[in-house]
């Protein structure tokens, strides 16, 4: 079965930092195109972050550029995504999802059940 | 950076119904262009892809065409499990857009 689990949501004070991961199994990791989309609480979907199957391309929304950093280990089927100065206004729930398999990231086929993230003091 | 327009932001009817939904870029994105389902305190199942293409176990009376610029979602004969949220989400660029979202509501 294809499955992303997302793990790592907490509570954090504003100006914190967190990191998020995603455990990928039932396909071939290496061979996707990874992102993650955060929601927050009765908001629309925002994607966040993706990055390409061997990590050399990776892409950002512009309000998180120099703040969030997204990466993979192939070896560990895993998709990290690490977040710096965090804002109130970023609490979310955060999904992590499968891309595309060529040179181009895709639609999302598959998503995990989400982590939430709450940034308060 | 493109924007993703989608109307209307709410939509009510009843099961049996025909609806449409629509999606608006703010640029030519091509054909690449995806529907997602959400219902409450659950992830996105995608629905389409590539504008037009059904993924994978999702029922035939579900349909999207568009190209370009405008977009559009059809339920051909609204049952019971389709009242959730719906969203269009770009990825003609490497950075992905998502439209703000349609309820779908009971009437």
């Known amino acids: 079965e294809v499955q992303l689990v997302e793990s790592g949501g907490a509570l954090v004070q504003p100006g914190g930092s967190l990191r998020l991961s995603c455990a990928a199994s039932?396909?071939?990791?290496?061979?996707?195109?990874m992102s993650w989309v955060r929601q927050a609480p009765g908001k629309g979907l925002e994607w966040v972050a993706n990055i390409k199957q061997d990590g050399s391309e990776k892409y950002y929304v512009d309000s998180v550029k120099g703040r969030f950093t997204i990466s993979r280990d192939n070896a560990k089927n895993s998709l990290d995504l690490q977040m710096n100065s965090l804002r109130a206004e970023e609490t979310a729930v955060f999904y992590c999802?499968?891309?595309?398999?060529?040179?181009?990231?895709?639609?999302?086929?598959?998503w995990g059940q989400g982590t939430l993230v709450t940034v308060s003091s | 950076d493109i924007q993703m327009t989608q109307s209307p932001s709410t939509l009510s009817a009843s099961v049996g119904d025909r609806v449409t939904i629509t999606c608006r870029a703010s640029?030519?994105?091509?054909?690449?262009l995806a529907w997602y389902q959400q219902k409450p305190r659950k992830a996105p199942k995608l629905l389409i892809y590539?504008?037009?293409n059904l993924a994978s176990g999702v029922p035939s009376r579900f349909t999207g065409s568009g190209s370009g610029t405008e977009f559009t979602l059809t339920i051909s004969s609204l049952q019971p499990d389709d009242f959730a949220t719906y969203y269009c989400?770009?990825?003609?660029?490497?950075?992905?857009?998502f439209g703000q979202g349609t309820k779908l509501e009971i009437k």
């Open positions: 999802a499968k891309g595309g398999y060529g040179d181009y990231p895709d639609a999302f086929d598959v």
């Open positions: 640029q030519s994105i091509g054909s690449w």
């Open positions: 039932g396909f071939t990791f290496s061979d996707y195109w």
């Open positions: 989400q770009q990825y003609n660029s490497y950075s992905h857009t």
């Open positions: 590539k504008a037009t």
